[in-house]
């Protein structure tokens, strides 16, 4: 049975039609989920009782359960208990410009990025559409707001479940659902170059950010394993692609790892890298765990590597440093439950 927070407003209208019910109450039925907030199929007090009872057979309102809430000023992080048992995580940071919600996409992750918790603990299965639609509706409810924008940047490759983050992308998008701007929706891949120029063609048109996290193919394959099956070469015309097709700027995410990629000597490598490419870069200070080895940079080191681009006319900022009280790393909290 297809969980109804899984589907588009096309899809269910579509399918009320096949079915022999009005295209209109497809607006009722989404109307109680994402204006109302109400998931109890049985209030649905304007829709007649025979076709509440047909929505219950045909649909399952079933939802994800949030199991933990670690708070910090700015930031709550969210474990989420799946219908099957499975965990994830979701982290809402409260910015000057709004609450943004950094959702994750798989149970798990298998590109292995040796500075991530996450890829620590294999890819179980991906998310379906739903699991990551009430992300948002869930820890929206909980903090009584609305999420101002949304990063699939959490647990997994997003672009390793592609068609299920597509679908996602469509339905809080929608101004008759979640209304989430595509301007305010950034999908984060650690680069999968066929799928970056998938992407790059997908209509919506929503931003792109690439963990880049090297200057170079010798770094970034020590850390990331991907990068032996993609070069930074490839994976900068995928970009370069992509920013043509979309007119979109796109995000460099660097980690800076002390003493790994954090010169001023690679920052010039990257400056060279990034000569003619419509992109910036965040430069995100390193949460260290317990199980990985790599150290975080001093604020020396980020500072010096921060001047080195500037003074190559890059555009790069410093990310502000979220809950280091909490498990703010992404896949921390899951793999400590686990
Ligand atoms: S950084 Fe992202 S892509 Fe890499 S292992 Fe972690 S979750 Fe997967």
């Not at 120029?197 to 770094?219: C, G, K, T």
């Not at 099956?229 to 007119?247: D, F, G, L, R, W």
């Not at 790892?257 to 430069?283: F, H, M, P, R, T």
């Not at 199980?291 to 975080?296: F, L, P, T, V």
Request: hydrophobic share 40%.
């Amino acid at each position: 049975m297809e969980n109804i927070f899984g589907i588009t407003r096309k899809n269910l209208e579509q399918d009320f039609v096949s079915l022999g019910y009005k295209k209109f109450m497809a607006s009722q039925v989404l109307d109680w989920l994402y204006k109302k907030r109400n998931y109890d199929v049985n209030m649905f007090s304007n829709i007649k009782n025979e076709n509440r009872e047909f929505l219950k057979k045909q649909y399952s309102f079933d939802l994800i359960r949030i199991e933990k809430v670690e708070e910090d000023t700015d930031v709550k992080k969210f474990l989420f208990r799946l219908i099957d048992g499975q965990k994830i995580e979701a982290v809402l940071m409260y910015h000057d410009y709004g609450l943004s919600l950094c959702v994750s996409s798989q149970v798990g992750c298998n590109m292995g990025c040796k500075f991530c918790e996450s890829g620590r603990l294999k890819k179980v299965r991906n998310l379906e559409t739903y699991e990551m639609v009430q992300q948002i509706l869930l820890i929206s409810d909980y903090v009584k707001s609305r999420i101002d924008s949304v990063v699939v940047m959490g647990i997994g490759e997003p672009f390793d479940n592609y068609d299920n983050v597509i679908n996602f992308l469509s339905i809080i998008n929608d101004d008759k659902l979640l209304a989430i701007g595509a301007r305010h929706i950034t999908v984060s891949t650690c680069g999968l170059v066929p799928k970056i120029r998938e992407y790059a063609d997908f209509p919506l048109q929503v931003n792109l950010a690439i963990s880049l996290h090297a200057p170079n193919d010798e770094i970034r394959k020590k850390i990331m394993p991907i990068a032996n099956a993609y070069s930074i070469k490839e994976v900068i015309n995928a970009v370069n692609y992509y920013s043509n097709k979309t007119n979109r700027r796109v995000a460099m995410e660097y980690i800076l790892l002390d003493g790994i990629n954090d010169s001023v000597q690679c920052a010039n490598e990257l400056a060279d890298l990034l000569k003619g490419v419509n992109a910036y870069v965040n430069l995100i200070p390193y949460n260290e765990t317990s199980h990985i080895e790599y150290k975080a940079s001093s604020e020396k080191q980020i500072k010096a590597f921060y001047d080195a681009l500037k003074q190559r006319g890059v555009d790069a900022t410093t990310r502000k440093r979220f809950g280091n009280k909490i498990s703010a790393a992404c896949g921390q909290l899951r793999s400590k439950e686990l």
